[in-house]
């Protein structure tokens, strides 16, 4: 209970029904090692949570962007609400710290598992809805959510945007290649190195071949455009 106060005190909001912030911060893992009852875990709030979540999203790029267009509108909004970014987001709230796991999938690094951590946000953004209502739901989101839209964008589809930026550089193209491969079938990590015109020049790790090679090239796209573009020769 006195973790769950803590994380109240994090996130700036009192629940008035503490159970429900306790079912958000329960993973199923966890929930199945205690034999609690059928659906204690967050997976529902989560469903809940992601559709609340969609259109707080959907109206704040709506007003936000008057003159952009119905697709463009959708790909923003999928770089904001994407597993990768809102794993992102709990990072200033530590929500993993929190979080409610089976000893398995503790001692496996759950808390740091993207997976799990966009669900719990999910979960945590259901429960505030339910607790409080839209209007403080929505002020969760503004605050951890819909911040640094620019670095999200860039995060979500760092390969396409890499691409581009070699590609109006006159650079060759970006090598992804696999350097390391472990963990069991349930739990992979891979690591990735990018190079361009045969140098080195990120790594990338994921618990997919993707996301390591995604991790890679917003490495690279942040030297490219940042303090370390002299080491690239641009």
């Known amino acids: 209970m006195r973790k769950q106060l803590e994380f109240q005190q994090v996130i700036g909001y009192e629940f008035k029904q503490a159970g429900l912030l306790i079912q958000a911060l329960t993973h199923s893992s966890y929930a199945n090692e205690k034999r609690m ?10 469903f809940l949570g992601d559709a609340v979540l969609e259109i707080i999203s959907s109206e704040f790029l709506y007003r936000q962007f008057p003159d952009l267009p ?33 000893k398995g999938e503790d001692h496996t690094g759950g808390r740091k598992r993207k997976s799990i951590l966009s669900d719990a946000l999910e979960a945590v953004i259901g429960a505030i809805y339910l607790d ?76 997919t071949k993707k996301s390591a090679e995604q991790e890679a090239a ?3 796209l942040v030297q490219l455009n940042g303090h370390y573009t002299e080491d690239l020769c641009i």
């Open 37 to 46: 009852k059928k659906h204690s875990d967050n997976e529902r709030l989560e």
């Open 70 to 102: 119905e697709g463009e509108l959708t790909k923003m909004r999928a770089s904001l609400v994407c597993e990768a970014t809102l794993a992102d987001s709990t990072k200033e709230m530590h929500l993993g710290d929190y979080l409610l796991l089976g």
């Open 132 to 207: 409080g209502g839209f209007a403080s739901a929505k002020e969760f989101v503004f605050q951890y959510i819909l911040t640094d839209i620019a670095h999200k964008q860039l995060f979500y589809d760092s390969k396409t945007i890499l691409q581009e930026t070699v590609q109006a550089r006159g650079m060759g193209a970006p090598l992804y290649e696999l350097v390391l491969e472990t963990g069991p079938d349930h739990d992979k990590l891979f690591q990735v190195e990018l190079y361009i015109d045969q140098k080195k020049v990120s790594t990338g790790k994921g618990h």
């Open 218 to 220: 917003y490495h690279a």
